[in-house]
């Protein structure tokens, strides 16, 4: 579909603009294809469980007073999913205004993939970017947004290491890795792509179904200080549509923030960005 068709806002008319938007069937995701959908844009949401993203699916539809999201399942888990679902993109909309790479997760034990790769580091870094490279000519005068985290400040990001070893395995640990290399990443892409401005963020502590396991769900629905979806969901929308951004920036809240360790080393994120290319065999 692409920017074709011109809905109006507060008197003006706008291209309809099509947004790619991953773990859209829950939490920020799922808030910020809402908040799409209201402004009048086609948005296409991606997510893992088929149950879970039907329900999403109505919810978008409502929202967007009708209009009918595009709604693809892929397993991030499993590289093979994300290059089918790059092939549905590129076969079906020939402008891609807005990826938010939102997809992620907290496995609690160590995990290999199918692909040979420890799960944290492929569901939260390796499948964003090999998803970002495949829709790369379509995101030309576009825009990526990465949901990062300050957990980040946790990791010890390795360019040359996404097995890790299971002994040394440490949730929080490989979390804070993979959101540092989103960070990474966003900052790197800036600087090679300099058609697509490319933002990383921190959503706040989310009140969602994040994590794996009965007490860390229960902690992340019920905690009282979390940030609500929706406010998350809405900085993710104002960074897909704000002018002036900080190319390449992390972004807490409304404004660019200094990342911490690594994540803020040019050289890390471009042997990075050369490590995960061959790992993704692009």
């Known amino acids: 579909m692409g920017a074709t068709s011109t809905p109006k806002t507060k008197g003006r008319v706008r291209m309809t603009r099509t947004v790619v938007v991953t773990g859209a069937s829950s939490g920020v995701g799922l808030a910020a294809a809402r908040q799409f959908a209201q402004r009048g844009d086609q948005v296409v949401m991606v997510g893992r469980d088929p149950r879970r993203l039907a329900d999403a699916v109505a919810q978008v539809r409502e929202a967007g007073g009708g209009r009918e999201p595009d709604a693809l399942r892929a397993d991030f888990a499993v590289l093979d999913d994300v290059r089918r679902l790059a092939e549905h993109v590129l076969g079906t909309y020939p402008k891609v205004d807005v990826l938010a790479n939102?997809?992620?997760?907290?496995?609690?034990?160590?995990?290999?993939?199918?692909?040979?790769?420890?799960?944290?580091?492929?569901?939260?870094?390796?499948?964003?970017?090999?998803?970002t490279n495949l829709l790369r000519e379509r995101l030309r005068?576009?825009?990526v947004v990465n949901t990062a985290s300050d957990a980040h400040a946790r990791g010890d990001l390795d360019p040359d290491d996404f097995i890790s070893a299971p002994e040394r395995f440490r949730m929080w640990q490989a979390y804070g890795t993979s959101k540092a290399a989103n960070i990474a990443f966003a900052a790197e892409a800036a600087r090679r792509w300099p058609d697509i401005v490319s933002v990383s963020f921190h959503p706040g502590v989310v009140r969602s179904n994040f994590g794996d396991g009965p007490m860390?769900?229960?902690?992340?629905r019920y905690a009282p200080f979390l940030t609500t979806p929706e406010k998350a969901g809405a900085l993710l929308v104002?960074?897909?549509?704000a002018d002036g951004l900080t190319d390449g920036g992390?972004?807490?809240?409304?404004?660019?923030?200094?990342?911490?360790?690594?994540?803020?080393d040019p050289a890390v994120a471009a042997r990075l960005w050369e490590t995960s290319a061959k790992a993704v065999g692009m």
Do not use: C, M
């Open 238 to 241: 104002w960074l897909a549509t």
């Open 250 to 264: 992390y972004y807490v809240g409304h404004k660019p923030a200094r990342p911490k360790g690594r994540a803020a």
């Open 141 to 143: 005068g576009g825009r």
């Open 102 to 131: 939102n997809a992620g997760g907290i496995p609690a034990t160590y995990r290999r993939t199918v692909d040979g790769f420890e799960s944290t580091i492929q569901g939260n870094h390796l499948a964003a970017f090999l998803l």
């Open 216 to 220: 860390f769900r229960l902690f992340y």
